[in-house]
């Protein structure tokens, strides 16, 4: 009896399976050589082809704000920086197989971010090329080009391709939801020394206030997760949906998300939700009748009680709100007071050197060599606290992180993207499918205030330029399919119906 050609694949597929199998398996024989673990990767990624081509946009979306490193590359990358490059690339491998995979970008955001793009690589190859402590060099700073070129790479990988409108609130809900990943840097801390090695895939510094020898015991990676819960509930319910009757719990929730938020001792976080907040209330056109007077209710509610309460507080929430006049333990208040004093100082020696990079950007390359004798004689006392943060170039303000690195050239890229992205974000606000209503509020609401906050009170260029890029890249990549479809409606000679401004955002069932 013979075999038929027809039923030779799944013995095929058997056989190589086997063969898979103990290659891998003499590998792990000895699984500290360092060949062995590039070769168990290699044989992973080429397994894993199938489902990357297909899931890779998703997987983009969910890494941005998950803090998980590449522990197998040297310098421990954030992971979404490896997979912006993977995802761009299968993009690509899927329109040369087939034109009508061509990608979807929109140049409008696209040209300023490739001409920051050009920015980037020209200054760092004439301050000092692409320096980088993990390879060995004198000058560091390297990883920091690493991330803005990702960041730019993110944006056309995730815009690349529309988004079905059915996946629409799984990939918007993914994007904020993986800031959840964010808790286990401080539940490995807790777990003790046995665990630390998973530092090697979590963020440790998510966990730098545990250890810590302060008297203010400080939660970022707790503080993170609470971020990314309140910004789902607004995403999905909105200001309207939060306060709802028929919804009683959801108020309740968000109002524990912020408790816990505080838990990190960030004045930032309340300043943040509460520029969040006002853009949201706007956007939801919400300042007009009974939400305005609950408004002002739940406000002084707030303030009462926080006044009758606030020096019995754990001493980490207390100094998140160190920044309202009320009064707080002396603890709290002069922790935050020492952080603001050697800002300040060090912004006043920075500012005068702005006109000396205009031209030509100071780059993120600094001397090794400088910064650890800097450091060490900043631990001594011998010089300044923020003497050493001048050197590495974070200097703790967004605009500075953007126009000392690159110039005003890299400042007006950026500028030039920021109100491109804003205005395609605004655009989908206006003219998106209502029942994308509460994505295109909230993405438009957060990319405002983020941006309002980066420019005016606290960033860092290279860390939080993802956030913009991914931000508008996800709401085109949603309205992409919705877009095309106004377009093609126009072009048949029927309009769809457009949901003017004043017009309800979201939802309350």
């Given amino acids: 009896m013979s075999i038929r050609t027809a039923n030779l694949g799944p013995l095929v597929a058997l056989g190589v399976s086997a063969l898979i199998a103990i290659l891998l398996g003499v590998a792990l024989a000895n699984p500290q050589n360092a060949q062995t673990i590039l070769g168990l990767g290699a044989t992973l990624g080429v397994l894993l082809i199938p489902w990357l081509m297909k899931h890779h946009q998703l997987l983009l979306v969910a890494l941005i704000n998950a803090p998980i490193d590449t522990f197998f590359f040297p310098g421990r990358p954030d992971l979404w920086a490896f997979v912006s490059f993977l995802s761009l690339g299968a993009s690509l491998l899927a329109w040369a197989l087939n034109e009508r995979n061509r990608p979807q970008w929109d140049m409008k955001v696209g040209w300023p971010l490739l001409v920051l793009l050009a920015v980037v690589i020209v200054t760092a190859q004439m301050r000092g090329g692409l320096g980088s402590k993990v390879l060995g060099s004198g000058s560091w700073g390297g990883m920091r080009y690493v991330l803005v070129m990702s960041a730019i ?24 939801l993986s800031g959840l990943v964010s808790i286990i ?37 707790l503080a993170w997760a609470a971020a990314a819960g309140i910004n789902w509930m607004l995403l999905r319910y909105g200001i309207r949906g939060l306060t709802s009757f028929e919804r009683f719990w959801r108020l309740p929730l968000f109002g524990a998300l912020l408790g816990i938020g505080l838990m990190g001792g960030f004045r930032s976080t309340l300043v943040l939700l509460i520029v969040l907040l006002a853009f949201q209330f706007i956007f939801e056109r919400l300042y007009k009748g009974r939400h305005l007077v609950g408004l002002v209710g739940v406000i002084v509610l707030t303030l009462a009680l926080l006044i009758a309460v606030g020096d019995r507080l754990p001493l980490s929430i207390q100094r998140s709100l160190t920044f309202l006049p009320i009064e707080f333990s002396p603890i709290a208040r002069e922790d935050a007071r ?24 100071k780059g ?53 993207f920021a109100a491109a992205g804003w205005w395609v974000l605004f655009t989908n606000y206006r003219r998106g499918r209502p029942e994308f209503n509460h994505i295109n509020t909230f993405l438009l609401s957060y990319y405002s205030a983020r941006l309002l906050f980066y420019l005016t009170l606290y960033g860092q260029f290279d860390l939080d330029l993802i956030i913009f890029t991914s931000c508008v890249a996800l709401g085109k990549a949603i309205n ?5 479809a106004a377009t093609d409606a126009r072009s048949k000679g029927t309009v769809e119906p457009v949901r003017r401004l004043g017009e309800p955002a979201i939802a309350t069932g």
């Avoid at 995730?158 to 994007?175: D, E, L, N, Q």
């Avoid at 020492?338 to 950007?361: D, F, N």
């Avoid at 800097?374 to 953007?402: F, M």
């Fill in 153 to 176: 790479v993110a944006y056309f990988a995730i815009s690349a391709r529309s988004i079905h409108p059915g996946a629409a609130t799984r990939f918007s809900s993914v994007y904020f």
């Fill in 480 to 484: 992409g399919q919705a877009h095309q």
């Fill in 338 to 361: 020492s952080t603001w004093e050697w800002r300040a100082e060090m912004w006043k020696v920075v500012i005068p050197e702005v006109p000396k990079y205009l031209l030509l950007g």
């Fill in 185 to 221: 840097s401080n539940l490995i801390f807790i777990a003790g020394p046995s665990f630390f090695f998973l530092f090697s895939i979590f963020s440790y510094e998510l966990a730098f206030f545990q250890f810590s020898e302060g008297t203010i015991q400080r939660y970022t990676g």
């Fill in 364 to 416: 993120f390359s600094y001397s090794a060599t400088d910064f650890y004798l800097t450091s060490l004689a900043v631990s001594q006392g011998s010089l300044a606290a923020y003497e050493d943060t001048l050197i590495s170039g974070n200097y703790h303000q967004g605009i500075l992180t953007l126009i000392i690195p690159f110039g005003l050239p890299g400042f007006l890229a950026f500028a030039w």
